[in-house]
């Protein structure tokens, strides 16, 4: 029995040192394992760590990318401002170069209207004052033809006065329109309110067909206007009636106005004068300051034949051939 345990008790021991070594085995084949698996991990670690290093070097790339790109884009807006610049530049001048050549053209125009303007004469609108058959012989009119003439101006004084005519008469002759005429004729008889006027103030002279023609539109307007009345004794009014006559001729800038103070006594000189030198300045004359009894004497029509006369050399409107 003793030997049998002893068998026992060997192959016990032989089972045990047997699982021992499947233990030492198995704790080695572990061992290993972990080893390996480690070594893995280390690698893919190393591997994900060179990824992320290669990463971030790409990024700083990117952004030095975006920069350039960035410069790029600001260069390219300055050389569009630039271009802009150059180009608002050659239009600015182009519109200046337009400009002057338009100035340039227009004064070349004018220069070409001056040259191609021809006055045919003088006329003489307005009174006469001067009664009768002396008018042709000592009228302003004939002292102004004869100084014309002795002076070398081939230039015709034309006659378009009325004798004894009112400012409305004067308008219809020159062309003012009816309806401006009795504009006026209204305004008058408003401000009489009742009271007797005088007729050249609401009436209007039979004019022959002679009379109402126009042969004098390229001619320089002499206005003698205002000695029997017709403007309601407003010097104001006055000026527009003459401005009404002067508005049908070709050439608007050339005229010369006479302050003739009328017959009733009305209105005085220097209350004409003060108006009608403001309206018309340089081309204005103050009959006051010419003679004090226009229609008179001779000596008197002289007179205001030699102002006009001057006045016309003065502002430059006659020229010899």
Known sequence: MSRNRKKKGKKTNILLGFICILLVGLLGFLLAMN?????????????????????????????????????????????????NTDKKSKKNNQKEDAAEADDTENAEENADEETARTISGVVCWGDD??????????????VLQKLLTDNGYNLTVVNKTLQAGGTLSMMKMAGVSDETLQGYITKHQQAANGAQMNVTETGIRDLTEEETTRNDMDCIPVIFMGYYGGWNHDPAELAEQQEQILNTFQYKDDFIVV?????????????????????????YISLASVTAQ?????????AMGEAVFNKLQELGYITKD
Request: aromatic share 6%; no cysteine; net charge negative.
């Open 35 to 83: 080893y390996k698996t480690e070594q893995e991990e280390s690698q893919r670690l190393t591997e994900l760590a060179g990824d992320q290093h290669i990463g971030i070097e790409d990024y700083d790339a990117v952004k030095e990318h975006a920069a350039e790109l960035e410069k790029a884009s600001k260069d390219e807006e300055e050389s569009s401002e630039t271009d």
């Open 129 to 142: 004052l001067i009664n009768g058959d002396a008018s042709n012989t000592y009228s302003y009119m004939a």
């Open 259 to 283: 302050g003739t103070i009328p017959l009733d006594g009305s209105v005085t000189a220097d209350a004409l004068d003060q108006v009608l030198s403001q309206k018309w300045g340089e081309h």
């Open 294 to 302: 226009p229609s008179a004497t001779y000596e008197a029509q002289q």
